[in-house]
């Protein structure tokens, strides 16, 4: 079946340390977002890549880093920067930019 | 700013009744909108879209309308049924989705 992958389920991050989410697609698709959910919100775009080797800044990129080194995987790093990163992380694609993204079922990061 | 919100953060509806549920849009050159389900735990989930050409897209028991003169979108369910109880999103789709907060229905047996 073809879908998105994303990985682990449950991550726990200690202070000061850098964290990766997975997040990898086979429906051949060439755009990748990241979005942060907070309890009660919606969702909050943190990077998107339209193309392999391309990467944009969303609205909350500060403290995290992405790489699109693949069609396939589009990884997003929590970084000790983010000071806040306790939240459920979400990893969609899409054809491009026009069509519905389809969303992974997300990973919950929580601080230890 | 662009902002797209829903009308209600919850919804209780009896089995078996109609759902209705609202959304507003700020932006008037929004020509791209999707209703998205979500359960708890899990990713959004596609349900419709409807782009500014059309005012009514019909699917499987959901229908979306559109009101550009006033920015605003609803979504109706038919015959709502308990797996329908979820968090609903409206989004505007460029190149990010920017959503509300959803409306959360809960179905009464």
């Known amino acids: 079946d073809g879908g998105i992958t994303q990985s682990p389920k449950y991550l726990f991050r200690k202070e000061g340390q850098n964290v990766t989410l997975s997040c990898e697609q086979n429906l051949n698709h060439d755009a990748m977002y990241w979005y942060r959910q907070d309890p009660g919100q919606g969702l909050r775009l943190i990077y998107y890549s339209q193309i392999v080797n391309d990467f944009q800044k969303g609205d909350i990129a500060e403290g995290y880093s992405v790489s699109r080194e693949k069609k396939e995987s589009f990884p997003l790093t929590v970084t000790s920067a983010q000071k806040n990163p306790t939240a459920f992380y979400l990893c969609a694609s899409s054809t491009d930019r026009r069509q519905p993204q389809h969303f992974g079922d997300g990973t919950r990061l929580s601080i230890l | 700013g662009e902002s797209v919100g829903l009308h209600l953060p919850t919804l209780s509806v009896q089995e078996g009744d109609n759902s209705i549920i609202n959304c507003a849009y700020s932006?008037?050159?929004?020509?791209?909108f999707i209703w998205y389900k979500q359960e708890s735990g899990k990713g959004p989930q596609f349900i419709i879209d409807?782009?500014?050409?059309?005012d009514k897209r019909q699917g499987q028991r959901v229908t979306v309308l559109l009101n550009k003169t006033v920015k605003h979108l609803s979504l109706q369910i038919a015959a709502t049924q308990p797996g329908d109880s979820a968090v609903y999103f409206c989004a505007e789709n460029d190149y990010k989705l920017s959503f509300g907060a959803g409306t959360t229905v809960t179905v009464r047996a």
């Open positions: 409807i782009r500014s050409n059309m």
């Open positions: 932006n008037s050159a929004s020509d791209y």
